[in-house]
């Protein structure tokens, strides 16, 4: 499956271990999000999804920083009359353009792929909106991780507020949307927002590779399984989410790799998962 040309973004796989790396790749301007970014972002997270040698993606970036977030001059330059329309039909424009630029973010969250945000340096704005919506995420020590939003005049709408409370608790989260300052590496592992900090960005890319292979070697359907019902518990009562998982698997436990798993450990040996 041969990838489109987005200016935004260039993703590298290895079909063998079934790892995606999708790069932000604008390093000039230090991957600062302009409106490409927003517009192919949905579509590249499509073409991810349908490609069957895909189970896990690394979010990572080209350059010197992961992203500064929104390019504020270029976007605001570009879109100037939706955002200062006068009218409702005006405001109701911009509704809809918020609503199509969360899209991507969105499509990565629900998707059946697996993606791990690998952060170095700056990651400011929509950066975080990106990560959040990862499944997990790295970073290397000198990365520095900021909701900037309520320095630039604007309130957070592509994700981060939405997310963050689910990953790191209300507490953080309004300590970092309220002073919108930087927050280290080691103060966003402390809070929960990251997994794990490596020393340099080559170690993270390594661990991020390391990380992303094993669980693409894990049952394909199990991993998906388990990232529906991970979603599904996140805003539903406790009782709920074992009577969904319960269904989850009346439908879809004995599939061709759990059959694979009870012959490999009969024959005594390591199961081959499709």
Request: aromatic fraction near 8%.
């Amino acid at each position: 499956m041969s990838y489109s040309d987005y200016p935004f973004f260039e993703v590298e796989k290895d079909a063998t271990t079934r790892v995606a790396h999708l790069y932000l790749n604008r390093p000039s301007a230090r991957n600062a999000m302009n409106w490409p970014y927003w517009r192919d972002l949905p579509l590249i997270v499509d073409e991810l999804e349908a490609d069957p040698e895909v189970r896990v993606v690394i979010v990572a970036a080209r350059g010197k920083s992961f992203s500064t977030g929104l390019d504020l001059v270029d976007f605001f330059q570009e879109k100037k009359s939706t955002f200062q329309a006068e009218t409702a039909d005006g405001r109701e424009a911009l509704q809809k353009m918020i609503l199509e630029m969360q899209a991507g973010t969105n499509r990565m969250a629900e998707g059946q792929n697996i993606y791990i945000a690998a952060v170095h340096r700056h990651c400011i704005g929509g950066g975080l909106d990106l990560i959040a919506a990862c499944d997990l995420r790295l970073a290397s020590k000198d990365a520095s991780i900021s909701l900037r939003e309520a320095k630039v005049a604007i309130v957070a709408d592509m994700g981060s507020l939405n997310r963050l409370p689910g990953i790191i608790g209300m507490g953080y989260t309004r300590l970092m949307a309220y002073t919108a300052r930087d927050f280290s590496a080691a103060e966003c592992e402390k809070m929960g927002l990251l997994e794990q900090v490596f020393d340099s960005q080559a170690e993270l890319m390594d661990g991020a590779r390391a990380l992303a292979e094993e669980i693409s070697a894990n049952s394909s359907i199990a991993v998906r399984g388990t990232k529906q019902v991970l979603n599904y518990v996140a805003d539903h009562s406790l009782d709920d989410s074992l009577k969904y998982v319960a269904t989850w698997n009346a439908a879809f436990l004995d599939s061709k790799d759990l059959r694979e798993m009870f012959a490999a450990f009969t024959e005594r040996r390591r199961p081959k998962f499709q």
